[in-house]
């Protein structure tokens, strides 16, 4: 399958969950890959993240389900995923970087917008940066898809804020230096 037919089931599979999520009242967020790609970055081919809050799991799953999802408890604890008809990963985050308590604030600060003709919450930049900048560690310092997000969506990220929510990742640090080297931060 080329990486434009894999790209439209993946967004086919968000706008299918969306519309179940969002019809059942469930508050939701895009995120991850898929949020950058709303807000102006490059097209995804892994899957879709939908950040939720962990008391809405349960009734989350059973309404996509009743959409024709299948879902699957993975042993890391903290996500749910669901699959449509093709196999189009979704996963239902509820305590992103093992901070559940953070999950209101970001719902909060996502923004309605159009993806694939279907308008919902997104999370803002600057949260799905500090999201992905959480996630780099010794064993996975890659620096390639936070360069790539502060690259494409530099306009709509706080950096100060952002800077101020990192503070305690040596990892983060290391980026801001890499940033502000490349003139992302100005």
Not at 8 to 25: N, S, Y
Not at 47 to 53: A, S
Not at 77 to 103: C, H, Q, T
């Amino acid at each position: 399958m080329s990486l434009d037919a894999q790209f439209e089931q993946i967004l086919a599979a968000m706008k299918a969950a969306a519309a179940a999520l969002r019809d059942g009242g469930i508050p939701f967020a895009l995120a991850g890959g898929l949020a950058v790609y709303a807000r102006g970055g490059p097209p995804t081919e892994h899957d879709v993240d939908f950040l939720i809050r962990e008391e809405d799991v349960g009734r989350a799953v059973e309404l996509l389900g009743a959409a024709g999802f299948r879902a699957e408890r993975p042993p890391e604890g903290w996500l749910y995923k669901v699959y449509d008809e093709n196999d189009s990963m979704i996963d239902l985050i509820f305590a992103p970087n093992n901070r559940p308590e953070r999950v209101a604030a970001i719902l909060d600060r996502a923004t309605d917008l159009e993806v694939y003709a279907i308008t919902l919450p997104v999370m803002t930049a600057t949260d799905v940066l500090e999201s992905k900048l959480r996630t780099i560690k010794e064993h996975e310092a890659s620096y390639d898809d936070v360069l790539e997000i502060a690259r494409t969506c530099r306009e709509q990220i706080e950096w100060e804020t952002l800077r101020a929510h990192v503070d305690d990742s040596p990892y983060a640090k290391a980026f801001f230096t890499l940033a502000d080297e490349l003139g992302l931060t100005r």
